[in-house]
């Protein structure tokens, strides 16, 4: 069973900087890409940022310049680095992981994973 476990949300005042971890675990073959999205209240569920496995990065405009995201391979570990924080980047933060595991019959087939959340909010 593939487990996402993020860390790293909390409470810091506007133009402060956090750093969420989320690790993934289980009987993995390979991690394509990973990526960070997050949601307020009565809201859809945003892309934040994607990194491919080869290191290559996207943002949503909002968070260009502010926000990096990177990966450990190794530890099959996404990071998402956020300075410069606004109220408005308060939400519900999740990582998400297409991963391939092997099936029934040592078949590899890729699916989508999602960690539990975690809250990040901002002060003014």
């Known amino acids: 069973q593939v487990q996402l476990v993020e860390s790293g949300g909390g409470l810091v005042q506007a133009g402060g900087s956090l750093r969420l971890s989320c690790a993934a675990s289980?009987?993995?073959?390979?991690?394509?890409?990973m990526g960070w999205y997050r949601q307020t209240p009565g809201k859809q569920r945003e892309l934040v940022a994607t990194?491919?496995?080869?290191?290559?990065?996207d943002y949503v405009d909002s968070v260009k310049d502010r926000f990096i995201i990177s990966r450990d391979n190794a530890k099959n570990t996404v990071f998402l680095q956020m300075n410069s924080l606004k109220p408005e980047d308060t939400a519900v933060y999740y990582c998400?992981?297409?991963?391939?595991?092997?099936?029934?019959?040592?078949?590899?087939?890729?699916?989508?994973?999602w960690g539990q959340g975690t809250q990040v909010t901002v002060s003014s």
């Open positions: 289980g009987t993995i073959f390979s991690i394509n890409g």
């Open positions: 990194v491919t496995s080869g290191g290559s990065a």
């Open positions: 998400n992981a297409e991963i391939a595991v092997p099936n029934y019959y040592g078949v590899d087939e890729v699916s989508d994973f």
